[in-house]
């Protein structure tokens, strides 16, 4: 049978407010997300047992209803009555609880391809609903570009025009955040610095990197800086080797950095490779959906 190909790609918040939590526990988010070019690669293909088969090159990522690609599966078949299975085979190459949504882009990577190999026809907007039941970042995920996400990050406004092409070099040093106790630690009515969203969108609009980088700015930094200060070295070691802007992702420990040419980002990774000791840094760029990183697409 026909096998589909996808690339699940990663993100980056350029900036991430907390503006409230519910009664829920969740946090009211305001936050710029933004596609970039390293990716999972995902192979999908149909099979005439009604089985969800899931097999990764991470030996021990769960490969059963754990792995969010494995749900998503599963809520397509139970949703659309598909008697058919799957076999899914994830190539996995953003780093695991990084801060990068890489489970919440195989999840959104295996919704589009349930809805292609089963000829669903589903629009985006329907996508984007089933992935809010598994996670708040998926939606996203579905949707990828540049995005203003709101609510709990399941309310997307494009944004328009989009961010600017430019090279990001992204560095995860080797600890494990875990996004649910950030938030918990979170005392989010005493952030005393907020992201300037609105200049950010305007910086974006002007093809203003530089400016970018000065706007970078996300609240749970003040979280997982403290319980992981080589983050905060990080950033200063990107910034001295001609980095627009540096800062965490998400709810970390992933730093990313913005930069304006490619030999300089090439050179930072490699030097930051070397000077921390980290194999998790790559030199990747912004990517757009449907229009590609504009250029040949590569990421080291
Ligand atoms: C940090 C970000 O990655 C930024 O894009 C997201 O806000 C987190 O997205 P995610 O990993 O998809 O998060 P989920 O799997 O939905 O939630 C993980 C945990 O984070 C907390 N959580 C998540 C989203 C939100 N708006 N408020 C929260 O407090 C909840 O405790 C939840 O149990
Ligand atoms: N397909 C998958 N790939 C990676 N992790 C997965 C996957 N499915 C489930 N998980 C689990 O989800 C947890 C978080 O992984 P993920 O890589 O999505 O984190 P993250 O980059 O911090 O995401 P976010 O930025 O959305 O918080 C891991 O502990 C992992 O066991």
Redesign the pocket.
Known sequence: MKEIRLKARA?I?LT?DVTG?RDN?????R?I?QTVGLYDGVRMKKIPEPEIRLTSNVHWLPTDSRNLAWRAAALMRETYDLKEGVEISIDKRIPVAA?L?G??ADCAAVLVGMNRLFGLRLPLSRLEELALTM????P?CVRRGTVL?E???EELTDIVPPCPFCYVVLVKPPVSVS??K???SLRWDQVEEHPDTEAMIEAMAAGDVEKMGTLLCNV?ETVTIPMHPQIESIKKALLEKGAAGALM???GPTVFALFTEEETAKKAAREVRKQFSIKDVFATQIYHAGRGTGRKEKTE
């Open positions: 993100k918040n991430l939590k526990g969740y946090h009211e988010l936050m997300m801060g949504a489970g919440s996670g708040t970042d998926i996203y996400a609510g709990v990050g996004t649910a950030v938030y918990q749970l992702s998400g709810s």
